[in-house]
């Protein structure tokens, strides 16, 4: 085999590999607009240059025709296990960036990730919030602390950076919130006109919106609500809410807070 075809089969396969990874990343972990949102396109590109370039290119430099067999091998496995190291580590990272929840905290929502979630909290969280699942991010509630000793410890923990939405033994059922959520969602009119700047992006969240749309919900595109949205990277993004069932039906990159 020539160099030129080895290298050309090495590509073809990362490129299946590559394929085969978008439609877990795209549709499960990062659908629609969280790509942009928790970084997930960003971070799959990353991983594609890695994976599609690097491995063919060592191939390119490493074949030779007049190797030996054992030789070709050993070049061959080198390859393939340094390959699957750079792979395994950016899924790694892809699965601790995936958002795991939407957390619905006092005014807002913020999107948490299993890279949010401190060390000791970990056991704390729920079976179906693992990195490696495959379940799309679910919504939340968040049960604020009940005793003097639990808001001196999220006090504490709130100055080291630690938000209260980000530790799962505070989360619980989104319906047990509905009736916060229902209370602080506001009108789309009034973030019409509080961005009349944002006109273009609103009315095409509002399109999504109308297309993600369930039986038992609104088809009225003046009935939906909408709340600030906040993530790690970022403080300016807007959920739009059913007023009914108060479930996500579309995100946009708004400020919500002006």
Not at 72 to 92: E, K, N, P, S, T
Not at 115 to 124: G, M, Q
Request: net charge positive.
């Amino acid at each position: 085999m020539s160099r030129a075809r080895a290298v050309g089969y090495h590509f073809t396969l990362s490129v299946v590999v590559a394929v085969a990874l978008a439609s877990v990343v795209f549709f499960l972990w990062f659908p629609a607009s969280l790509r942009d949102l928790a970084g997930g396109q960003r971070l799959f590109w990353t991983l594609v240059c890695a994976d599609v370039v690097c491995g063919p290119l060592l191939t390119w430099v490493l074949f030779k025709s007049h190797k030996t067999k054992l030789a070709l091998g050993i070049d061959v496995a080198l390859i393939a296990i340094i390959q699957l190291l750079a792979l395994g580590y950016g899924l790694f990272s892809l699965a601790s960036a995936r958002p795991l929840a939407f957390v619905f905290e006092v005014d807002r929502f913020r999107v948490v990730s299993y890279a949010d979630i401190t060390e000791s909290d970990l056991r704390y969280l729920p079976s179906w919030a693992k990195p490696w699942h495959l379940q799309p991010p679910r919504l939340i509630g968040l049960r604020m602390p009940t005793s003097a000793d639990e808001r001196f410890e999220s006090f504490e923990i709130a100055l080291q950076g630690v938000e209260v939405s980000q530790r799962p033994q505070h989360w619980q059922d989104y319906s047990l919130s509905a009736d916060e959520v229902r209370g602080r969602a506001k009108p789309l009119t009034a973030l019409r006109k509080q961005r009349p700047d944002k006109a273009e992006v609103i009315d095409r969240a509002v399109g999504e919106a109308m297309s993600n749309f369930r039986l038992g919900e609104t088809n009225n595109p003046d009935e939906l609500r909408w709340l600030p949205l906040v993530a790690r990277n970022t403080l300016e993004w807007t959920v739009f809410l059913d007023p009914y069932t108060l479930r996500i039906r579309a995100l946009a990159p708004i400020d919500g807070f002006l």
